[in-house]
């Protein structure tokens, strides 16, 4: 089937122009990598076309992208690697732009093939080329209040979740329950990393339901209200914990229930992750027990202004504490599974609990006047040198064993908490 390349020409804009830009630049044609396509890419343009004995118009088109385009693999480095990592970025993924195919990069590629139908090889051939350049982007992401997002985009959260119970890793694994296997072999608590872990697990999830809808976001729960009457936003109240087939996240008391059945083992322990030890088996339940009331907790006013008054190097400390402090009464006040940090994450509920607590570091971040919390070197003041912040992440660095990050599929990333995808925060709204 003959393939349209979509036309860029003067005056276009966007991703594929960035792309035609780095690979130009590849191909020994300078040009600025600006994502604008004016006189000066069409000159580029021009003069390769001619020097590949193409037609001459300054066109980027069906002749033209096929010359363009060079096989990436694991290994390659320069233009075209840094092009296919901003249009994997422009879609699921958060890679460091670095030029250089490792690990990471190919799994975001053999996740991007997946999801599009193609041969899953990590190999950018002219087939994945083409699909990286046609496919739809997911634009940029904005977390939203669960509550006060349109009862659709609910719905699309939730099916997102209930289809990666049916996809699997390697090992078995499916995608959903990888989550608590992750969580069960680290238990980042109590120390200077415990936020910044959790926005990578949480980073990392949100990426995955982009893998089944690349338009869902990981919206957050306001913890400061009842789930079961949060307001909505105009007027009305939204029960996050509504059950049935079409329901939310299930009951708020006892078995969570549908629409999250298929996550638990229906309340029986033979054959279940409890009886088993296997976490390709569901757990025995998912239980609620949620308070009356909403939560007693700190307004978020209240817990930005911890390090009020402290030295830039206190104050890291001061805000992670406020926030983890109020993250472990939301954890109690819903109870059941989430109230144990051994089980929390068998239950997808957490996910929007974990939304709030980076909300909360984001938007500390991003406070008027204080840009250096978003400076690596600086965003950890005087625990910036503890061993927690400087180790590589796990089980992510493959040194637990968990797959795929360890043998036999090797797709270990190694990064700590000053990595620049940690530490620049995700969009929220509030």
């Known amino acids: 089937m003959a393939q349209n390349w979509p036309i860029q020409r003067i005056g276009s804009r966007g991703e594929n122009v960035r792309t035609i830009q780095y690979l130009l630049r590849h191909h ?25 004995g193409l037609g001459v118009d300054g066109i980027v088109g069906n002749q033209t992208w096929p010359a363009l385009i060079v096989l990436v693999a694991s290994g390659s480095r320069g233009d075209p690697v840094r092009a296919v990592q901003r249009q994997l970025n422009a879609r699921t993924s958060s890679l460091a732009v670095d030029g250089r195919f490792g690990p990471q990069t190919a799994l975001a590629v053999r996740q991007f093939q997946q999801a599009n139908g193609l041969l899953v090889d990590g190999i950018v051939g002219r087939d994945t080329w083409f699909a990286l350049a046609t496919a739809p982007t997911a634009g940029p992401t904005i977390r939203r209040n669960i509550a006060k997002v349109s009862q659709a985009e609910r719905d699309k959260l939730r099916n997102a979740i209930l289809e990666l119970d049916r996809r699997t890793y390697p090992d078995g694994v499916s995608f959903w329950d990888k989550q608590d296997q992750i969580h069960q072999a680290t238990h980042v608590h109590g120390g200077p990393a415990f936020i910044p872990w959790h926005r990578e697990l949480v980073n990392r999830y949100e990426a995955l339901l982009k893998l089944i809808d690349p338009t869902v976001a990981l919206h957050y729960w306001d913890w400061q209200t009842d789930p079961r009457t949060s307001p909505d936003g105009a007027g009305g109240t ?169 043998p036999p599929e090797n797709q270990q990333q190694s990064k700590n908490c000053k990595h620049p995808t940690i530490v620049e925060p995700p969009r929220y709204e509030d």
């Open 238 to 406: 939204v029960n996050l914990f509504s059950t049935g087939p079409n329901g939310f996240m299930g009951s708020a008391s006892g078995r969570a229930g549908p629409p999250l059945d298929g996550l638990d083992n229906g309340g029986s322990f033979p054959g279940s992750r409890d009886d088993t030890g296997n976490p390709a088996d569901p757990p025995r339940e998912i239980r609620r027990n949620v308070d009356q009331g909403a939560p007693q907790l700190d307004s978020d006013a209240a817990i930005m202004a911890a390090d009020d008054g402290l030295p830039e190097a206190e104050q890291w400390r001061a805000i992670r504490e406020a926030i983890e402090d109020a993250h472990n009464t939301a954890h109690g006040y819903i109870g059941g599974t989430i109230g144990s940090a051994h089980s929390s994450f068998e239950d997808p509920f957490v996910f929007l609990l974990h939304a709030n607590v980076d909300r909360l570091w984001a938007k500390w971040q991003r406070e008027p006047g204080q840009e250096w919390r978003l400076d690596p070197a600086r965003v950890y003041g005087d625990e910036g040198t503890d061993p927690r912040i400087l180790e590589n992440m796990q089980p992510w660095a493959g040194g637990t064993g968990t797959r795929p990050w360890a």
């Open 28 to 52: 020994g044609f300078p040009v600025g990598v600006d994502r604008i396509f004016g006189p000066r890419t069409q000159e580029a343009v021009r003069r390769f076309q001619r020097d590949r």
